[in-house]
Nanobody, 124 residues
């Protein structure tokens, strides 16, 4: 497993942007599918985006498609989530997740490593 640490959350007005980062420990980062999930108060943790090992295959939840972009820098052991045109409904704790190997899953149960989360609050 890898240890994951997120950063970059904060308070932003609707229409604004934030970039989340997640740094992974260890030397095998490039062998992990990376994902971002989020959890709003009183709601289930939900899939946001996923990126495969090489970074060439990405997937997004319909609610963020066209506004969010996931990317990775394997040399820096880091995965990013660029969030543009933020909406109040994007308010949540955002979690970075990792799963060894390529996975096409959007199910949080299929990701074995998790960060502690970073709060994103979007005001209207």
């Amino acid at each position: 497993q890898v240890q994951l640490v997120e950063s970059g959350g904060g308070l932003v007005q609707a229409g604004g942007s934030l970039r989340l980062s997640c740094v992974a420990s260890g030397r095998t980062f490039s062998r992990y599918t990376m994902g971002w999930f989020r959890q709003a108060p009183g709601k289930e943790r939900e899939f946001v985006a996923r990126i495969m090992l090489s970074g060439g295959d990405t997937s997004y939840a319909d609610s963020v498609k066209g506004r969010f972009t996931i990317s990775r820098d394997n040399a820096k052991n880091t995965v990013y989530l660029q969030m543009n045109n933020l909406k109040p409904e994007d308010t949540a704790v955002y979690y970075c997740a990792a799963q060894y190997g390529n996975t096409w899953s959007r199910n949080r149960a299929d990701f074995g490593s998790w960060g502690q989360g970073t709060q994103v609050t979007v005001s209207s």
